[in-house]
């Protein structure tokens, strides 16, 4: 069964970790010095907060799978949204071993395919994972962007 995951970049993790607990009624699964993490079962969601994001707020929505079955058919999907897909593979993010992809909606919200294999000691890559050069770093075409004078994502 597939999970919603939002991370939101936060200014001060443990006022943050106090409103959640309230608001979800529940502890944190996983708490590092810049990252705090609830896997709830009610809304069936990934909800991560950390302090690492470059502007406070929302920084990426994804769609966390349970198994390799359930990566193709999110990927499968992916490649139908007319937009670049990053196919990132496996990777060190967050606390976690995975294999992910990532791609742009069409007002460059990031959103990542994930399957987690582990766990990490180490946070690993802050960096979201842009297209290629053909695309500005928010998804949209080159000339898209430049025209309509919107800074990178």
């Known amino acids: 069964m597939k999970r919603l995951h939002v991370n939101i970049s936060v200014s001060d993790l443990d006022a943050s970790i106090g409103f959640y607990n309230s608001l979800f009624d529940a502890e944190p699964s996983l708490i590092k010095p810049d990252y705090a993490k609830w896997m709830l079962d009610d809304p069936r969601v990934n909800f991560a907060i950390t302090t690492r994001g470059a502007r406070k707020g929302l920084d990426h929505l994804g769609i966390q799978v349970e198994n390799d079955t359930e990566l193709d058919e999110v990927y499968a999907r992916l490649q139908n949204a007319n ?13 976690a071993n995975s294999e992910k992809s990532w791609i742009f909606d069409p007002d460059s919200i990031a959103w990542e395919t994930f399957l987690t294999l582990g766990e990490s000691p180490v946070y690993g890559s802050d960096n979201i994972k842009q297209p290629d050069s053909n695309t500005a770093c928010c998804g949209r075409p080159r000339a898209e962007s430049a025209k309509s004078g919107a800074d990178c994502c």
């Open 83 to 95: 937009a670049p897909v990053i196919d990132e593979g496996a990777t060190t993010c967050c606390y």
